[in-house]
C-alpha cells in the first residue's frame, strides 16, 4: 500500500501577494484619507469653538459695562479735531462723547461693582478702549508682519484692573445714537496650517441700551 502524496507547505504566490496589494493598498488610501479629513474637521470645530467663546466673552462683558452704565455719564477721549472744535481743552482729555460719531474710546460709571454699603449704588468707573500693539504705528502699514494693520486689542478697565477682551482688532468703534450704543468689532487670527494663508477676519456688531440718570 502506497503512502498518500505529501502536499506542498501552505503560501502565497508572487501573482496572489501582487491581487492581495492591488486591492489592499487603495483601502488604505481611502481610510487614512477619510482618518485625516475627520481630524481636520475636528480640529477645525474646536478652533470654532474657541473663537465663540472668545467672541461671546469680549461681547457679554462689553453688554454688562453698557447695560448697568448711566448715559450721562458717557466720555469719550479727545482727538486733535476735538480740540480745534472746542470740545475738549488737550488731547487726551475725556469729554462728553457726541451722538452719531464713531470712537475708539468710551468710559462711564456702571453698577459692575461689589456692594459696598446698604442702600449704596456699586458704581465703578468702567473705560472700554481701543489699545494699539506697541509694534504697531498709526500709518495704515502692517509694521509687525502680522496680517493684520494698525491692530491691537480691545480692553475693559474697571478700578485698577485691566483686562483683554478681544487681541487680533483692527476695528473697534463705539457709536451713540438715542440711548443706545452700537459696538462694531473687526478681529483677525492667521489661518491655521494647512487651511490656507493670509488672515482670517471676523466682524462683530451689537447694540446695547444704556440707562437713564
Same mark, same amino acid.
Given at each position: 500500500m502506497s503512502a498518500p502524496p505529501v502536499r506542498a507547505a501552505a503560501g502565497f504566490t508572487l501573482v496572489e501577494l501582487v491581487i492581495v496589494a492591488a486591492v489592499l493598498v487603495p483601502l488604505l488610501l481611502i481610510v487614512g484619507t477619510a482618518t485625516k479629513g475627520v481630524s481636520g474637521a475636528i480640529a477645525a470645530n474646536d478652533r470654532a469653538a474657541e473663537v465663540n467663546a472668545l467672541e461671546e466673552r469680549a461681547l457679554g462683558e462689553i453688554a454688562r459695562v453698557l447695560h448697568f452704565g448711566r448715559i450721562g455719564t458717557l466720555c469719550t477721549q479727545a482727538t486733535a479735531a476735538d480740540v #480745534?472744535? /472746542?470740545? %475738549? !481743552?488737550?488731547? /487726551? $482729555?475725556?469729554?462728553?462723547?457726541? %451722538?452719531? &460719531? !464713531? =470712537? *475708539?474710546?468710551?468710559?462711564?460709571?456702571?453698577? *459692575? /461693582? !461689589?456692594?459696598?454699603?446698604?442702600?449704596?449704588?456699586? &458704581?465703578?468707573?468702567?473705560?472700554? &478702549?481701543?489699545? =494699539?500693539? #506697541? #509694534?504697531? #504705528?498709526?500709518? /495704515?502699514? $502692517? $509694521? $509687525?508682519?502680522?496680517g493684520l494693520v494698525d491692530d491691537g486689542d480691545l480692553r475693559c478697565t474697571t478700578g485698577n484692573l485691566s483686562t483683554k477682551l478681544l487681541g487680533g482688532v483692527d476695528l473697534c468703534s463705539f457709536l451713540l445714537d438715542t440711548g443706545v450704543v452700537r459696538v462694531t468689532l473687526r478681529y483677525g487670527k492667521p489661518c491655521p496650517v494647512g487651511q490656507g494663508t493670509g488672515v482670517r477676519r471676523t466682524t462683530l456688531t451689537h447694540t446695547v441700551s444704556l440707562r437713564n440718570d
Open positions: #480745534k472744535a /472746542g470740545r %475738549a !481743552a488737550a488731547v /487726551g $482729555d475725556w469729554f462728553p462723547m457726541p %451722538a452719531r &460719531e !464713531a =470712537r *475708539t474710546t468710551m468710559q462711564l460709571w456702571a453698577l *459692575t /461693582g !461689589a456692594q459696598q454699603l446698604p442702600l449704596e449704588p456699586p &458704581e465703578q468707573l468702567c473705560t472700554l &478702549e481701543f489699545v =494699539r500693539s #506697541k #509694534k504697531e #504705528k498709526a500709518n /495704515g502699514l $502692517d $509694521d $509687525d508682519r502680522n
